[in-house]
C-alpha cells in the first residue's frame, strides 16, 4: 500500500496505491484523519492504481466522509479502476459521492 | 423460548422421538438379517443403519437441551454444537464408506449367492421401513419450512438416506431371491453394497461441507460485508458515525451488530426510525435473522 497526498490551491490530493483491505485500512485511516485534525477540509482521492478495496476500506472513506462533514468539508474520487468501480457501485457509493474520471476535472469541480 | 420457538422445538422433538424408535428397532432387525443371510450389502445397510441411529440420538439429545429452556445461556445457541455433531457423525459415515467398498471389492472379485432366512425378512423390512423413512423425509421437509436449522436439515438428510437405502437393499435381495439360479444375480448384493456406500459418501461429505464452515467462527464473507456498507451508505445522512461493525457466522445463523453515534439533538423516535430502517435492510439483504444496530 501507498499513501500519498499533496496540497494544490487549498485542495489536498491524496493518492492510495495498491490494497485497501483489513490490514492496509487502519494505516490510511489514520493517515485520513491526520489530515483533517491538520485543517485540511477539502479532499480529492485519487484511487488510480488502487486495485482492491474491502468493506473495510469504504467503511474508513464512509468515516471519513463523516468527519468532513462534521467540519463542513467535502470528498470527492477519482480515477477508479476495474474491481474498485465494481464495489463503488455494489455499496452504492456512486449515489453518495462525486466521482470523476480524473484529478484535474475533480479540482475543477471543487474549484468553482 | 416464545410460543412459536417452543411448538417448533415441540414437533422437532416429536420427529426425532419417532425417528429414534423406529431408528432403534432397524438397528437390531438390520443385525438379524445380516447375521442370517450371506449378504455383504445386508452388513452395509445394518452399519448405515446403525450410524443413522447414532445421528438421531444425538439430534434427540439436542432437541432435549434446547427444551429444557437454557439456550439464553449460550450467545449464539445451540447451533455450533448442531454442527459440531454433523462432523461427528460424517467422520464416522467415511469410516464405513472405506469398510464397506472393501468389503464390496472383495464380494465382486468372488461373487458368492446370497440365502438363508435373512434375505426374506430383509425383503419384508426394508418393504415396511422404506415407507416409515419416506414418511419421516417428508415430515422434515415441512419442519424445514417452518424453520431450517443444521439439525433439522442432518436430520432430514438422514432420513433420505434410510429411505434410498431401503429402496435399493429392497431391489437387490428382490433380484437376488428371484434369480438365485442366475450366477449374474450374485453381483446384484455387492452392486448395491457399493450404491450404500455412494450414499454415505453423499451425506458425509454435505455434512463436511455445511458443519465444517458452521463451525468456524468467523465474519461473513465479504460479498455481504458489502450489503452492509450499502445500507450504511443509504442512511448515511441519518447517523453521525459509523463506531464498530462485528459479523459473526455461528451454527448457519448470521449475527451482525451495527454500533452507530448518531447526533446527541436527534429526538429519539427518530433515532428508533432510522435503526429500524436499517436493521430491516440488513436483514431483508443477508436473509439473516439477527441484526443488531446499537446507538453509541
Known amino acids: 500500500m501507498q499513501f500519498d497526498s499533496k496540497r494544490n490551491n487549498g485542495v489536498t490530493i491524496v493518492s492510495v496505491k495498491g490494497r485497501m483491505d483489513a490490514v492496509t485500512t487502519p494505516e490510511i485511516d489514520g493517515k485520513l484523519t491526520g489530515l483533517i485534525d491538520g485543517g485540511e477540509r477539502r479532499l480529492v482521492v485519487d484511487l488510480a492504481g488502487l486495485d482492491y478495496i474491502s468493506s473495510a476500506g469504504l467503511r474508513s472513506l464512509l468515516a471519513t466522509a463523516k468527519r468532513l462533514k462534521a467540519e463542513q468539508g467535502d470528498m470527492v474520487f477519482a480515477n477508479l479502476e476495474g474491481h474498485v468501480t465494481e464495489v463503488f457501485k455494489i455499496s452504492g457509493f456512486y449515489a453518495l459521492f462525486k466521482v470523476y474520471a480524473s484529478v484535474d476535472v475533480a479540482l475543477g469541480q471543487l474549484g468553482k | ?296
Open chain 2, 1 to 296: 423460548m416464545d410460543g412459536n420457538n417452543k411448538k417448533s422445538t415441540a414437533k422437532r422433538s416429536s420427529v426425532a422421538a419417532t425417528g429414534l424408535v423406529s431408528g432403534g428397532a432397524a438397528v437390531g432387525l438390520a443385525l438379524f438379517i445380516a447375521l442370517t443371510a450371506n449378504s455383504i450389502a445386508l452388513w452395509a445397510d445394518w452399519i448405515a443403519t446403525l450410524l443413522d441411529f447414532l445421528a438421531i440420538v444425538t439430534a434427540w439429545w439436542g432437541l432435549k437441551k434446547a427444551e429444557a429452556g437454557k439456550t439464553d445461556f449460550y450467545n449464539y445457541g445451540f447451533g455450533r454444537l448442531e454442527s459440531l455433531a454433523s462432523m461427528g457423525m460424517a467422520t464416522l459415515m467415511a469410516i464405513s464408506l472405506i469398510c464397506i467398498m472393501a468389503a464390496a471389492v472383495m464380494r465382486l472379485q468372488n461373487p458368492v449367492p446370497v440365502k438363508g432366512v435373512g434375505v426374506l425378512v430383509g425383503i419384508a423390512l426394508h418393504l415396511i421401513f422404506g415407507g416409515i423413512n419416506i414418511s419421516l423425509v417428508l415430515k422434515s421437509l415441512v419442519l424445514e419450512r417452518i424453520g431450517r436449522t443444521a439439525l433439522i436439515s442432518a436430520q432430514r438428510r438422514v432420513f433420505t438416506i434410510k429411505a434410498t437405502a431401503n429402496v435399493l437393499m429392497f431391489s437387490s435381495l428382490g433380484v437376488s431371491y428371484l434369480f438365485r439360479d442366475h450366477i449374474w444375480a450374485s453381483y446384484a448384493d455387492p452392486v448395491a453394497a457399493i450404491a450404500i456406500a455412494c450414499t454415505l459418501l453423499a451425506g458425509a461429505s454435505k455434512m463436511f461441507k455445511f458443519s465444517v464452515h458452521d463451525l468456524l467462527d468467523c465474519a461473513i464473507e465479504e460479498q455481504s460485508q458489502l450489503l452492509i456498507i450499502r445500507a450504511l451508505t443509504r442512511h448515511f445522512e441519518q447517523y453521525e458515525q459509523i463506531h464498530d461493525i462485528r459479523t459473526r457466522n455461528a451454527g448457519g445463523n448470521v449475527y451482525v451488530e451495527v454500533f452507530l453515534e448518531f447526533a446527541p439533538e436527534s429526538q429519539y423516535a427518530t433515532v428508533m426510525k432510522t435503526i429500524r430502517s436499517l436493521q430491516e435492510e440488513i436483514r431483508t439483504s443477508l436473509q439473516c435473522g439477527e441484526v443488531l444496530v446499537i446507538p453509541v
